[in-house]
Every structure is written in structure tokens, then in C-alpha cells.
């Protein structure tokens, strides 16, 4: 197909992710699908000289550290028709003028589910065999635990809660099918017959805390789920009972968790805080009831390549008129996350 014919396509982007979002083979698979100049990434829609790459830009391919898409940037760029996101949640990047613009908008945050569920699934196995507080007093004592110190360990027949049924939500689900938990699921979009199909029983999100040993947290972050795990509803956790957080740190209640934590009560693994990171001298560094990490549950390293590999396929079955994979609607970001 002739230059001329191909959808002019421009990277909207911080260019430090390009290198493992799209590596030459899928940069020599886009400019075969597209007209795009890899040396061109905008970091800043309103800098003069973004202005030819946007008036001219059918497609933004967009990542991390892209600005929000408002409405001057619409009118900046006459001929967007799409926008292709090689992360997650576009949330927090396009808004009301780019949907009443009728733009085209499609997401790589399955691709981006599929390591946040992995961690996920892994910390709930570690946590069912309370390894980090074994770690702890292995630490200590340099000795094997005795049978009374390992009589409550163990993944068989554990309570999960997944709040939730979200992409990353959904693929959890499909990841504890194998292993002998009792899976339990909250969700207002989620009927009992559909939570069934997913392999989860269906509970009110107050039941789901008081019954689970593990609760996961895979909700949006929306006004309506802002600190939903608030003072009372942390109280409802059994004592010893496990938080797993890899969504949003918005979503708890950081004053109430901490003071749960300080007291022991609760056992925690944060991938997200609020705020992000937490201030040095947060108690939460040194708990040894507290797992923190860095927000690395999602795609890092070799794993951004699924998202660019997401894209690139988008893109073509763009340029050939076919329908989008993974196309984000209005609605959808009400409930997924």
C-alpha cells in the first residue's frame, strides 16, 4: 500500500517506555501498518512544536507519561479518529470531548491484567502459608518452626475475597480455579449466576470481609469506590485476616489500615498507597506485618512488550477495517478496572 494511503500515526508518550513497548521488530511491524516516525514522540500537546504532528496524526499511540486528551488537544489534531493505549486504564488520560468526538479508543490493560493477577495470585499462596512471618522469625531464631507456630498455615480449603470483577479481577479468578480455595467475589455489576460461572460465590462486600482470610482489592478507582475499606468496614476482617491491595491506594482508608497494622491485627501486602510513595517515616516500612512494594504488580521489563504487541495489532486491524479487540467504551470505565 502506498505511503500516502496509510494512517499517519505518532507516539504520545514518555520515550523512556518506547525501547521494551515496542522493540524493533514491533516498531518495523507498525511502520508497515502506518506512517510513523519512531524518533517522533510528543510529551507535551500544548508545546508549538507538537502542532505538525498532531494536526497531521490520525492514531496516537499513547503511553505513561502522555498528558490528558482535552479538548484543545482535539482541536489541535482535526483528524484523530483513534486512540491506542499500550497500558492500562486510559481513566486518567481521555474525557468527555474526546467521547463526544465519536474518537476511537482501545486499551492494552488486558494485556496489562495478566502480571498484576500473577502477582496477586502469588502473594495470596505466600500469605496462606504465612511465609513473611516466617521469613521474620527464620530471621530471628534461625530455627524451623515448631507444629504450634505453623498450625494455622496452609492454602487448603483458605477463604479469597476478590472485590472486584474487573479485567484484572476476572483473570485472578481464572487463576485460583486449580487450587483449593474457597473464592468468594463482590461486585455491584455481578449477578450470583455470573459470579458462579466465574467460580466465585457472590457476597455483599460487608460479608465478604467478615468471611474471608484473604481479601484482594481489584475495584476502580472512582468516586463512588473512594476509601470503600474505611474504618468500619477493615473492622470487619478477622483478626490475622490478609489485605492485598495492587489497584489503587484510594480505594482504603490509609489511616484506618495503618492503625490496623500498627496494632497487628491485620496482615497487609500494598503494591498501591495513598499517598504514593508513603512518607519515610511511615510505620508501614518497617511492620514486619506489611509487605510493600514499589507498584511493580503491573507490566515491567520484558512484560511491557505484551502491551506494545497489543497495539501493534489494534493498529492493524485498524489500517484494515476491522473491529478492535480491545476497544474501551464510555461505560466500560465505570466498572472495570
Request: charged share 20%.
Amino acid at each position: 500500500m502506498p505511503s500516502a494511503q496509510l494512517p499517519r500515526a505518532v507516539f504520545a508518550m514518555d520515550p523512556v517506555h518506547l525501547p521494551l513497548l515496542f522493540p524493533a521488530p514491533l516498531v518495523a511491524r507498525l511502520r508497515r501498518t502506518a506512517d510513523l516516525d519512531p524518533a517522533l514522540v510528543v510529551q507535551d500537546f500544548a508545546d508549538p512544536a507538537a502542532a505538525p504532528a498532531l494536526a497531521g496524526a490520525d492514531v496516537l499511540i499513547t503511553g505513561w507519561g502522555c498528558p490528558r486528551l482535552d479538548a484543545d488537544t482535539l482541536a489541535a489534531a482535526p483528524r484523530l479518529r483513534a486512540v491506542l493505549h499500550a497500558a492500562g486504564s486510559v481513566r486518567s488520560l481521555v474525557g468527555e470531548p474526546l467521547w463526544s468526538h465519536g474518537v476511537t479508543v482501545s486499551s492494552a490493560v488486558t494485556g496489562n491484567a495478566v502480571p498484576v493477577a500473577e502477582y496477586t495470585l502469588a502473594m495470596i499462596l505466600l500469605a496462606g502459608k504465612d511465609a513473611f512471618a516466617h521469613r521474620e522469625r527464620f530471621r530471628r531464631t534461625h530455627a524451623h518452626p515448631t507444629p504450634a507456630e505453623t498450625a494455622a498455615t496452609g492454602n487448603l480449603g483458605r477463604r479469597v475475597g476478590v472485590i472486584g470483577a474487573s479485567r484484572v479481577g476476572r483473570r485472578l479468578l481464572e487463576l485460583l480455579r486449580p487450587y483449593d480455595f474457597e473464592v468468594l467475589l463482590h461486585d455491584p455489576y455481578v449477578d450470583a449466576a455470573e459470579a458462579a460461572e466465574l467460580g466465585a460465590q457472590l457476597l455483599s462486600l460487608e460479608d465478604l470481609l467478615r468471611h474471608s482470610d484473604i481479601v484482594s482489592l481489584h475495584a476502580p478507582d472512582i468516586p463512588e469506590t473512594h476509601h470503600m475499606l474505611d474504618r468500619a468496614r477493615l473492622a470487619l476482617v478477622r483478626d490475622g485476616g490478609v489485605l492485598i491491595n495492587t489497584s489503587r491506594g484510594a480505594l482504603v482508608d490509609h489511616a484506618a489500615l495503618t492503625d490496623e497494622l500498627v496494632s497487628g491485627r491485620l496482615h497487609a501486602v500494598l503494591d498501591v498507597t495513598e499517598p504514593e510513595p508513603l512518607p519515610a517515616d511511615s510505620p508501614l516500612y518497617r511492620l514486619p506485618n506489611v509487605f510493600l512494594t514499589p507498584h511493580i504488580a503491573g507490566s515491567l521489563g520484558n512484560e511491557l512488550e505484551r502491551l506494545g504487541r497489543i497495539v501493534v495489532e489494534e493498529l492493524e486491524r485498524l489500517a484494515g477495517g476491522l473491529p478492535l479487540a480491545h476497544e474501551v467504551h464510555h461505560a466500560d470505565l465505570a466498572r472495570v478496572a
